[in-house]
């Protein structure tokens, strides 16, 4: 609906499946375009919690 915004990759949308459409790279992409990182600890405000799937990291 309307117009794609300058940082759509607008060759996605030819894709069946939602998974290969819109998957987390294109995410951060999209967000990062918006000058929002959430995949970023500093993203979060004080008291914000980042949760994420998978393994501990070894930080």
């Avoid at 300058?6 to 995410?27: H, I, M, T």
């Avoid at 375009?33 to 993203?43: I, N």
Wanted: with cysteine; proline share 10%.
């Amino acid at each position: 609906m309307g117009c794609p915004l300058a940082f759509e990759d607008v060759g996605r949308y030819r894709f069946r499946s939602r998974k290969r459409r819109f998957d987390l790279p294109l995410l951060t992409t999209y967000a990062a375009a918006l000058d929002l990182h959430p995949f970023q600890p500093q993203f979060y405000r004080p008291g914000g919690l980042l949760v994420t799937c998978g393994a501990p990291s070894s930080r």
